[in-house]
């Protein structure tokens, strides 16, 4: 069956980094986009990145610059390199994959920038 699997979050100061992994399992990674979303407390949840199977890669604007997405086919895991980061994006992050007819979440993972 198809599984994400969210990891990296924390509790950072502003400024400070992190890296986000979503690794997955039950269907062929390198053939699908993957997306990461985020919702903050009491907003809906929102496009944050996404890449392509091709390793093409697109941004929100508030995170350009700042976030970079990559993957890993060899590990069937993909990446959300957060930098710079900002009280604005705390959120719980979450990775995504549509394999037709359904889109697939993980659970999520949370990160905090306060100081």
């Known amino acids: 069956q198809v599984r994400l699997v969210e990891s990296g979050g924390g509790l950072v100061q502003p400024g400070e980094s992190l890296r986000l992994s979503c690794a997955v399992s039950?269907?062929?990674?390198?053939?699908?986009?993957m997306n990461w979303y985020r919702q903050a407390p009491g907003k809906e949840r929102e496009w944050v990145a996404g890449?392509?199977?091709?390793?093409?890669?697109t941004y929100y604007d508030a995170v350009k610059g700042r976030f970079t997405i990559s993957r890993d086919n060899a590990k069937n895991t993909v990446y959300l390199q957060m930098n710079s980061l900002k009280p604005e994006d705390t959120a719980v992050y979450y990775c995504?994959?549509?394999?037709?007819?359904?889109?697939?979440w993980g659970q999520g993972t949370q990160v905090t920038v306060s100081s």
């Open positions: 039950g269907f062929t990674f390198s053939r699908y986009a």
């Open positions: 995504t994959v549509r394999l037709p007819p359904r889109q697939y």
């Open positions: 890449i392509t199977s091709g390793g093409a890669t």
